[in-house]
């Protein structure tokens, strides 16, 4: 099966810039997550879907950062105004079921650099 | 969120097998072990999960302590494509996964 489809690969913008990643989850996965990397850490979780609803957001700094899953299947994760300590490597992973029995797949992320 | 404890890191030799342990004291009954590992400039990649017996795949084994309040990942003969970090999370009944900091796992040829 296809994975988790993840573009850019890479961004560079300026600080105060505004930027908007891309996700398409593996076909039939209800579950959708967003995780920030920044480097030297584990993966911090920003916001999980269950098909197009929110479940949890309550890592995500909503004064800046957005995301929304159009018709359950795609997501996009957006930042405006972006700031310095937002470079990092941000993830999109699925999951099958909505159940502590389902293991996530992961995409490659986007390497996001805020100069 | 209930949290695991892992070492920071651990060195390992080619073709030999490793363990990894993990302490998730404050486990509950309905958590799952989930083990995921990360190569450099990837996202990470699932591994193996469980919930209370020893469990195998084609990439490794978990054992699972009796009580559940730790648990082990074994690779049976370690290569150098497994130098990674390896996090072992709990996810729990809503399906939450949460990452440590995991063990960097070195293996020397």
């Known amino acids: 099966e296809a994975g988790v489809a993840q573009s850019p690969r890479y961004k560079i913008i300026e600080k105060r810039q505004s930027v908007a990643f891309w996700c398409n989850p593996i076909s039939g996965h209800a579950t959708l997550y967003w995780y920030q990397q920044i480097l030297g850490q584990g993966p911090k979780l920003l916001i999980q879907f269950q098909n197009n609803g929110v479940v949890d957001d309550s890592q995500l700094p909503k004064d800046r950062f957005s995301a929304e899953r159009l018709k359950g299947v795609d997501s996009t994760l957006k930042i405006q105004p972006a700031k310095l300590e937002d470079s990092a490597v941000y993830l999109c992973?699925?999951?099958?079921?909505?159940?502590?029995?389902?293991?996530?797949?992961f995409g490659n992320g986007t390497r996001l650099t805020v100069t | 969120d209930a949290k695991t404890t892992q070492p920071n890191s651990m060195e390992s030799n080619e073709e030999e097998p490793v363990h990894l342990p993990c302490n998730h004291s404050t486990i509950s009954g309905t958590d799952y072990i989930h083990w995921y590992r990360q190569l450099p400039s990837q996202g990470p990649e699932y591994v193996i999960h469980?919930?209370?017996s020893n469990v195998n795949n084609r990439m490794a084994s978990l054992a699972i302590a009796e009580d559940r309040k730790s648990s082990t990942l074994i690779l049976h003969r370690a290569t150098l494509r497994d130098a990674a970090v390896y996090y072992c999370i709990l996810r729990d009944s809503v399906g939450k996964l949460i990452f440590g900091q995991g063990t960097e796992l070195s293996v020397k040829p």
């Open positions: 469980g919930l209370t």
């Open positions: 992973a699925s999951s099958k079921l909505f159940s502590s029995n389902s293991p996530l797949h």
